[in-house]
């Protein structure tokens, strides 16, 4: 049993329990998520502070630099506290461009998966998100070759825990068909509620939903209604986002990313904000 003064508590993902207020290590790479961050040590700084405030779930992905990300993790934290869990995704490259160009067939998974292993300095992945679609979102299509060629992995030792990212409630049903999965990982966040029939069906099956873009990503959240309720509760919007994130369901992890240790300060406390049932119906009015 695992304690936390972390807003939302604690989940577990499969057998492993984590804090429900993650850390989102996308945004820690170069400009669009390639090359090195022009602040190397702040970027170490950031991550040794969310595990020093509590945080034992970290997302990544061999993808962000590309590599950039997942050896920035094991510089700043390894060896890994028992406590840590970092949560990694396989089925994209990265082009000359910043592109991500997808790369699900089994050979590139099965090398991701172990490029994952080197630079993160691990034996075995806690998880791995199979991420689909594209850039523009969910794409409808078979997963069963990429999502068995994880279950290989998985079998072979190499992986404990499975999920799906940018996925179509049929692609999530199809990976359940073919093996447990513990978490979907897609886009959602107050101006987007297109998971909201899935999430409610995950949490009754216990999976944990993980909104990417929690606060509109590369595009800073915008809503005047959003406005509206922060400065009542003069608090940030970005404050009133997680928040509500939190209290919209409690199979809900939050991911957010930040590469400064004020912004993930702010948001730890942010996410502590009491909402009423007022401010709740007011902001469910946004995405819908
Ligand atoms: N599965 C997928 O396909 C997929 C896709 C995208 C992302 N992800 C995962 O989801 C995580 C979250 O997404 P994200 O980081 O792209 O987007 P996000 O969490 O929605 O937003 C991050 C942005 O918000 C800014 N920010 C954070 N806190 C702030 C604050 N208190 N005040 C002002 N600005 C603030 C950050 O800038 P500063 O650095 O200046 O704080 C950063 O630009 C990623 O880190 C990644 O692990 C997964």
Request: glycine fraction near 10%; charge should be negative; aromatic fraction near 4%.
């Amino acid at each position: 049993m695992v304690s936390t003064s972390l807003p939302g508590g604690t989940w577990t993902l499969g057998d492993l329990p984590v804090t429900r207020f993650g850390y989102g290590a996308m945004q820690l790479a170069g400009p669009w998520v390639m090359g090195p961050p022009a602040d190397h040590g702040g970027a170490l700084a950031v991550l040794r502070a969310a595990v020093e405030l509590g945080i034992t779930h970290i997302d990544t992905s061999e993808a962000y630099g590309p590599h950039v990300t997942n050896q920035l993790i094991r510089e700043a934290l390894h060896p890994y506290p028992d406590s840590l869990h970092i949560v990694t995704k396989v089925g994209a490259n990265r082009d000359q461009q910043g592109g991500w160009p997808p790369a699900r067939d089994p050979e590139s998974l099965r090398r991701s998966v172990h490029e994952n292993l080197e630079t993160l300095g691990l034996d075995v992945l806690d998880l791995v998100n199979l991420r689909l679609g594209d850039a523009a979102g969910p794409q409808p299509g078979s997963v069963a070759e990429a999502f068995e060629t994880l279950v290989g992995l998985q079998q072979q030792g190499l992986i404990r825990h499975l999920g799906v990212s940018n996925a179509t409630p049929e692609q999530v049903a199809q990976a359940q068909a073919i093996a447990p999965i513990v978490c979907v990982q897609n886009m959602y966040n107050l101006a987007h509620r297109q998971d909201d029939e899935l999430i409610d069906a995950l949490a009754e099956q216990g999976i944990a939903y993980v909104p990417f873009f929690p606060l509109g990503g590369f595009s800073p959240l915008q809503s005047s209604v959003l406005s509206t309720v922060a400065a009542r509760l003069e608090a940030a919007p970005m404050s009133v986002a997680l928040a509500w994130l939190l209290r919209r369901s409690p199979n809900i992890l939050l991911i957010p990313g930040t590469s400064s240790t004020t912004h993930l300060r702010e948001n730890i406390a942010g996410a502590a904000l009491p909402l009423s049932d007022d401010d709740l119906a007011e902001l469910d009015k946004i995405g819908r």
